[in-house]
Nanobody, 121 residues
Framework: VQLQASGGGLVQAGGSLRLSCAAS????????MGWFRQAPGKNREFVAA????????DYVDSVKGRFTLSRDNAKNTVYLQMNSLKPEDTAVYYC???????????????WGQGTLVTVSS
């Protein structure tokens, strides 16, 4: 599976962005899909994920109620709608595909290249 993330940019606090992650490969629908982020000087942090067979989603507490993850298996694409953005959301955002534990990076086998989100105060 190859992943291509896009949609990052510069936005003011309180604004919105929608990230997309397009996947190649016929087995996209059999993978959990996750979003992680990494701010300068910090470890990669789990943001959100969806289970491949149930569509159940999971979010880190800091984004609950503001971010929404969705996937379109017909388009091989997963989205992260980010609303009410805060300066602390500034990071490079990565999408990933895997079949392991969803909240940790080692649970994923494939990674996109990352897209930068900058939220100004």
């Amino acid at each position: 599976v190859q992943l291509q993330a896009s949609g990052g940019g510069l936005v003011q606090a309180g604004g919105s962005l929608r990230l997309s992650c397009a996947a190649s490969g016929r087995t996209f629908s059999y993978y959990n899909m996750g979003w992680f982020r990494q701010a300068p000087g910090k470890n990669r942090e789990f943001v959100a994920a969806t289970i491949w067979n149930s569509g159940t989603t999971d979010y880190v507490d800091s984004v609950k109620g503001r971010f929404t993850l969705s996937r379109d298996n017909a388009k091989n694409t997963v989205y992260l709608q980010m609303n009410s953005l805060k300066p602390e959301d500034t990071a490079v955002y990565y999408c990933a595909a895997g079949r392991g534990i969803m909240r940790i990076p080692s649970g994923y086998d494939y990674w996109g290249q990352g897209t930068l989100v900058t939220v100004s105060s």
